[in-house]
């Protein structure tokens, strides 16, 4: 069994229409108005289910200080 530090907070990630994205920036293609995610399996999006806000990120270490998960607290 792996132990976890306490989560850290690291950043936030702010939504406008209720969902969140995570993804490879690598390879996202941006043009003047538009973003074009890989036609691949390099993204997931969520579906906060209470519409938009700010939420926190946070990152959890084990012992020897390697990151093992990271954690979106929507409420």
């Known amino acids: 069994m792996v132990t976890l530090t306490k ?14 994205a995570v993804v ?6 941006a043009t003047e108005g538009s ?9 997931t999006a969520v579906n906060t289910e209470i519409g938009d806000g700010e939420f926190g990120v946070y990152a ?10 990271i954690v979106i607290e929507l409420e």
């Open 7 to 20: 989560p850290k907070l690291i950043g936030c990630v702010s939504s406008d229409s209720g969902q969140i």
């Open 35 to 43: 973003v074009r995610l890989p036609a691949w399996n390099l993204y």
């Open 24 to 29: 490879d920036p690598s390879y996202l293609e």
């Open 60 to 69: 959890q270490r084990d012992r020897q200080g390697r990151l093992r998960r």
